[in-house]
T-cell receptor, first 115, second 112 residues
Framework: GAVVSQHPSWVICKSGTSVKIECRSLDFQATTMFWYRQFPKQSLMLMATSNEGSKATYEQGVEKDKFLINHASLTLSTLTVTSAHPEDSSFYIC???????????FGSGTRLTVV | QKEVEQNSGPLSVPEGAIASLNCTYSDRGSQSFFWYRQYSGKSPELIMFIYSNGDKEDGRFTAQLNKASQYVSLLIRDSQPSDSATYLC????????????FGSGTRLQVQP
């Protein structure tokens, strides 16, 4: 089956530093990848949609200069949280699809803690 | 009005009982409907999806879709303590964005 690998699974960083999260589709080519954020006891909120080779589409209220998304290949998308602050502490999850309406696979998630 | 609504719960059922989880959605153009299970601290895992009116069964799970009433439900038969988790309903609408829209989830507790 389709597998999406996400790294790191958890990271602690100091306020003001940047953190990069990787999302890889291991056995399929993902034409589109999605980045979600989930705060405790809340649902997944879509942050942005990235298509290979083009700029990401950000949801309203998500700062594109703070959350840099790069989808350089059909198997890799990265999310970089720049100048992280404690309020950015959250669970970040990527999802990938081959384009079919049924084919959504989630990565294992990254727990980010900014201290 | 939220696009996808779920009762947050917790829904508590005894082991062996049927758990019934409900979800309503606002966009009549919604095409496909997904149920995900999420354990605490983990990412969601797909249980099943449905796109046609009626019932769809997979093992102990049955998804029910009623597009006229705009609701989708998930029945879990013979509930087990390991089924205790948050269940997320997600909806796909072909707007070109291709992202799923999630409800806030229902927390299920199966009591041994």
């Amino acid at each position: 089956g389709a597998v999406v690998s996400q790294h790191p699974s958890w990271v602690i960083c100091k306020s003001g530093t940047s953190v990069k999260i990787e999302c890889r589709s291991l056995d399929f080519q993902a034409t589109t990848m999605f980045w979600y954020r989930q705060f405790p006891k809340q649902s997944l909120m879509l942050m942005a949609t990235s298509n290979e080779g083009s700029k990401a589409t950000y949801e309203q209220g998500v700062e594109k200069d703070k959350f840099l998304i790069n989808h350089a290949s059909l198997t890799l998308s990265t999310l970089t949280v720049t100048s992280a602050h404690p309020e950015d502490s959250s669970f970040y999850i990527c999802s990938a699809t081959t384009g079919g309406v049924y084919g959504y696979t989630f990565g294992s998630g990254t727990r980010l803690t900014v201290v | 009005q939220k696009e996808v609504e779920q009762n947050s719960g917790p829904l508590s059922v005894p082991e062996g009982a049927i758990a019934s989880l409900n979800c309503t959605y606002s966009d009549r153009g919604s095409q496909s409907f997904f149920w995900y299970r999420q354990y605490s601290g983990k990412s969601p895992e797909l249980i099943m999806f449905i796109y046609s009116n009626g019932d769809k069964e997979d093992g102990r799970f049955t998804a029910q879709l009623n597009k006229a009433s705009q609701y989708v439900s998930l029945l879990i038969r013979d509930s087990q303590p390991s089924d205790s988790a948050t269940y997320l309903c997600a909806v796909y609408v072909d707007t070109g964005r291709r992202a799923l829209t999630f409800g806030s989830g229902t927390r299920l507790q199966v009591q041994p």
